[in-house]
């Protein structure tokens, strides 16, 4: 995708401005991100408070923000079942307001609470017939849970446009995924010379027409320092040097691929 100055314009499909760390700085970031050539950044839900403030920065720049509200596994891992059940009641209302839910999904990583995994796995299946009562896309987290996360999606019977954030399965995950129809979005571990060898694998296996990029700032930088979305054009450069393709036909397929999230 090109401005009209004929710049390439770029998307950071997944970040999160709307957390308390960085929120009274976002006015700032997006500017920045703006000035970058960047035409559309994506908030990733947490919690019903971020919400808030993810409406906030809509009303500011609503060509520029798109909404994604959900509750994440580890909010779902931290708050009480009373907590979890009014979140998901509000969402079931609130929901309706945002471009799509999520994030929601599975994170069984060894530093996570596994007391709290049928807690994740009830809050995941909750959020997909959100979803699909909305007619919303769904943003996913998935962290060493993929095999149960596809055919979790898969008994809900999900038949609407979802990606999966910062994807770091298997090239067969990858595979399983994309028989969904899902998007799979990367972060800039594929630019860390030496390390993330299986995701570069991965990335170079996925078609374009499934392909995403993200900062998931404030977190996952892959430079020194802060990460926020005014680096992506430095993510797609690297991707397309990676893929072998030109700039120009990465950022056209992948504003392509986003539209169903705007
Ligand atoms: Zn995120």
Redesign the pocket.
């Known amino acids: 995708m090109n401005d009209s100055s004929g710049a390439p314009s770029f998307i950071d499909a997944?970040c999160?401005l709307s957390d308390e760390r960085v929120f009274s700085e976002s006015v700032q970031l997006i500017h920045r991100a703006h000035q970058a050539g960047v035409m559309k950044i994506m908030l990733?839900g947490l919690e019903p408070d971020e919400w808030d403030r993810q409406i906030q920065l809509r009303t500011q720049y609503p060509s520029l923000i798109s909404t994604s509200f959900g509750l994440h596994p580890w909010w779902v891992e931290k708050l009480s079942d009373a907590e979890i059940a009014r979140a998901l009641s509000r969402l079931r209302v609130d929901g309706v307001q945002a471009n799509a839910i999520g994030?929601t999904g599975l994170d069984f990583h060894v530093k996570r609470d596994s007391a709290r995994f049928g807690a994740q796995r009830a809050a995941f299946l909750a959020q997909i017939e959100i979803a699909e009562g909305l007619k919303k896309p769904l943003v996913l987290?998935i962290v060493k849970a993929h095999a149960e996360a596809l055919s979790i999606v898969k008994y809900a019977k999900f038949k609407g446009p979802l990606m999966v954030?910062?994807f770091s399965g298997s090239i067969e995950e990858a595979r399983e995924w994309m028989k969904l129809g899902a998007l799979l979005s990367f972060s800039g571990g594929v630019l860390v010379p030496g390390k993330f060898l299986k995701v570069k694998a991965v990335i170079q296996s996925v078609p374009l027409n499934h392909l995403l990029l993200e900062t998931?700032a404030p977190d996952q930088g892959w430079r020194e320092g802060f990460n926020e979305p005014s680096l992506i054009p430095e993510l797609y450069q690297g991707v397309a040097s990676l893929l072998g393709v030109k700039l120009e036909l990465l950022t056209q397929k992948l504003a392509e691929n986003f539209r169903v999230f705007c």
């Open positions: 997944h999160h990733g994030e987290h954030h910062s998931d």
